[in-house]
């Protein structure tokens, strides 16, 4: 199974920026799917940006033209870029990947705390 690590988050002012990481722990270049979701205390869990078969983005409404996903195969790394930060963004913040092959995982979460 694929593990995953997910570091960058912490406290951040409103209008501030994140970058989280999420690093896999083999090749991320053949998957069906990847992404961030996230998990505000006493909601469920949503998804905020997945790459999805056939490279294409998908971006929760709420976050777009904020947030950015991206990749690096290289470094088997998911990277989410967040702007303009908003205290409704705080949550904790999960990578999950899809692989062809491996079951999917789930990283265990980075915490994002966005102060107005």
């Known amino acids: 199974q694929v593990q995953l690590v997910e570091s960058g988050g912490g406290l951040v002012q409103a209008g501030g920026s994140l970058k989280l990481s999420c690093a896999a722990s083999?090749?991320?270049?053949?998957?069906?799917?990847m992404g961030w979701y996230r998990q505000a205390p006493g909601k469920q869990r949503e998804a905020v940006a997945r790459?999805?078969?056939?490279?294409?983005?998908k971006y929760a409404d709420s976050v777009k033209g904020r947030f950015t996903i991206s990749t690096d195969n290289a470094k088997n790394t998911v990277y989410l870029q967040m702007n303009s930060l908003k205290p409704e963004d705080t949550a904790v913040y999960y990578c999950?990947?899809?692989?062809?092959?491996?079951?999917?995982?789930w990283g265990r979460g980075t915490q994002v705390t966005v102060s107005s």
């Open positions: 790459i999805v078969s056939g490279g294409f983005i």
């Open positions: 999950h990947i899809d692989p062809i092959g491996p079951p999917p995982a």
């Open positions: 083999r090749s991320i270049f053949h998957t069906n799917t």
